[in-house]
């Protein structure tokens, strides 16, 4: 079975400085990764994710995030934050086995401070 | 379109009432799933639909709890017999079918049961 690890529950950081939220994954197959937002009040929105191909993934908003197997890790970052990007960040896995279903880690609460 | 739709977006229960959420799915979306969310945790797998059909429920769905898609379109989670421990959110999220598609997520009803 897989799992995901977010090794931060919290993260504060000033505005303009950069960030990496970390995730690392376990499974004994091969695995896709995906990191979904969550905003106050809203529903998670997909940042990017990882399927094949280049391990260095850009997604929306300026995130992108490196692929690593053989540290199995999968965190995403960013160079320079905005008080805009305060929110909840989840990391997800899907296994090789299912195609649909999303494991998620705990996540990470991001707060950036004027 | 605006999105995945879900109703209510809160709702207070006694303990031992019966409660029901509802989720519109994006229209054109085949597949429909059902997370819970507790404090401090990611969102939880608990059920998927393809169509009308539910291919996989987590040992998570204890027998009080039921999920149907009717028509393939919108779906109902029907919690009977309410415990304190059922409060979280219930998020629904929808997706094309296929390989690693993107889930859409709604906005989640929070579930408290006093």
């Known amino acids: 079975a897989q799992s995901v690890t977010q090794l931060d529950s919290q993260v504060p950081v000033f505005e303009e400085a950069p960030v990496e939220l970390r995730c690392n994954y376990s499974?004994?197959?091969?695995?896709?990764l995906f990191w979904y937002v969550q905003y106050p009040n809203q529903g998670l929105q997909l940042l990017l994710k990882?399927?094949?191909?280049?391990?260095l993934v850009k997604g929306i908003n300026g995130f992108e995030a490196e692929f690593n197997k053989s540290q199995t890790s999968f965190h995403l970052r960013k160079p320079s934050v905005h008080i805009s990007d305060t929110a909840e960040y989840f990391c997800?896995?899907?296994?090789?086995?299912?195609?649909?279903?999303?494991?998620f880690g705990k996540g990470t609460l991001l707060t950036v401070n004027p | 379109d605006t999105g995945v739709s879900q109703d209510p977006r809160h709702k207070i229960t006694k303990r031992g009432q019966n409660v029901t959420f509802r989720c519109d799915p994006i229209s054109e979306h085949n597949r429909l799933y059902w997370y819970r969310q507790t404090l401090g945790q990611g969102p939880e797998f608990l059920t998927y639909f393809q169509n009308e059909a539910q291919l996989e429920k987590s040992r998570l769905l204890s027998d009080r709890f039921s999920a149907e898609r009717p028509k393939g379109s919108f779906s109902t989670l029907e919690i009977q017999r309410t415990e304190q421990g059922d409060s979280a959110m219930y998020l629904c999220a929808s997706s094309l079918a296929g390989s690693h598609t993107e889930a859409f997520f709604g906005q989640g009803t929070r579930l408290t049961v006093v």
């Open positions: 499974s004994s197959v091969s695995v896709y």
């Open positions: 990882y399927l094949s191909g280049s391990t």
């Open positions: 997800a896995v899907q296994s090789g086995g299912s195609n649909y279903k999303l494991t």
